[in-house]
């Protein structure tokens, strides 16, 4: 049991103020034995010392996320030498080409002068082998009869190739080996050749419109023709005719062998369409021929190249 001096839990604390003790305030006069640690100051408007307080470093960032920034990258710094020789370098190259540039456009200017295209090979897209552009070169008005000659062109190649077919299986049947060394040379004659001989001037007459070239292609079409019209009938004239798929080496042969006969009767339609068709080309582009004054002109021409071989 307590004793009744005991102090009253209730009762507010004295405050004891330290500094009211004159020992305490003689111990170090003019100054506090209290530091009030790192931020404590006893001038309000001056800036602790950070001498006294030392903060720990933060842990070394991992490499991993360091992203290259710390990496030294080594640029090599030409000199001034080294720039000026490449510069000298580039201004040589810039000059030869325009030196080819100029070269280049002066023979274009010399060839069309003197009436000569520079044709880049188009056709067919998969391996070009010839300069083919009948929408962009050919006038409008003109342009279907051009893809009607164009079609001739392809159907003779088409005629001479199933005439070798034809003739190949001929002479497996027994037919001998000289039929058909005379198909392979219609067919590597002909192909070609048509193109050379009356193909191609007929595209350029279309497109400079040539009295000239318009002549070629009469003479040499003429003969096309008429090769058509001696493969369809195929006379016994060369070994007994059948080195071509006419109409009479096909009654020939259909008593005999039917699936010969069969491939030279397809061949001898083949050479009969293409007569046809060649027919109806050297109509129009006569026509054409004659309304536009290129026949005159032609006259004339041959008139002048007469005199002049006179003199």
């Known amino acids: 049991m307590g004793s ?25 006069p003019g100054q506090s ?42 640029i090599p710094l030409g000199t001034a030498k080294d720039f000026k020789k490449k510069e000298r370098e580039l201004e040589a190259k ?24 520079l044709e880049e090979k188009n056709w067919p897209p998969f391996f070009p082998i010839i300069h083919h552009d009948i929408t962009r070169e050919i006038p409008t008005h003109l342009q279907r009869l051009q893809y009607t000659a164009f079609a001739t062109w392809l159907g003779i190649i088409l005629c001479l190739a199933w005439n070798f077919v034809a003739v190949t299986i001929a002479w497996i049947r027994g037919y001998g080996v000289k039929i058909w060394f005379l198909a392979i040379i219609y067919a590597l004659a002909g192909c070609p050749g048509a193109y050379v001989l009356w193909y191609r001037p007929l595209y350029r007459a279309m497109r400079t419109e040539s ?24 006379p016994p004239v060369v070994f007994k005719g059948k080195s071509l798929a006419g109409i009479l080496p096909t009654i020939d042969v259909f008593s005999d062998h039917l699936l010969v006969g069969i491939f030279y009767l397809i061949g001898f339609i083949l050479f009969t369409l293409e007569s046809f068709i060649s027919v109806r080309v050297l109509q129009q582009v006569y026509m054409y021929f004659r309304g536009s004054g290129k026949e005159a002109e032609m006259r004339r021409e041959a008139a002048r190249s007469a005199m002049r071989a006179a003199i």
């Not at 040499?220 to 023709?225: C, K, N, Q, R």
């Open 94 to 117: 810039e000059a030869e080409l325009k030196r080819r540039e100029q070269e280049l456009k002066r023979r274009e200017e010399a060839a069309a002068r003197a009436g000569i295209v």
């Open 4 to 28: 009744r001096y005991d102090a009253n839990p209730f009762e507010p604390e004295e405050e004891v103020n330290p500094f009211s003790d004159p020992l305490v305030r003689g111990q170090m």
């Open 33 to 74: 034995n209290f530091s009030g640690g790192a931020f404590y100051t006893t001038h309000p408007g001056s800036v602790p010392s950070a001498g006294g307080s030392r903060l720990s470093p933060l842990p070394p960032e991992p490499a991993d996320f360091s992203y290259d920034r710390g990496a030294t990258v080594d």
């Open 211 to 234: 009295a000239i070239k318009f002549g070629r292609f009469f003479l040499f079409y003429l003969l096309h023709i008429g090769f058509c019209v001696f493969a369809a009938v195929a």
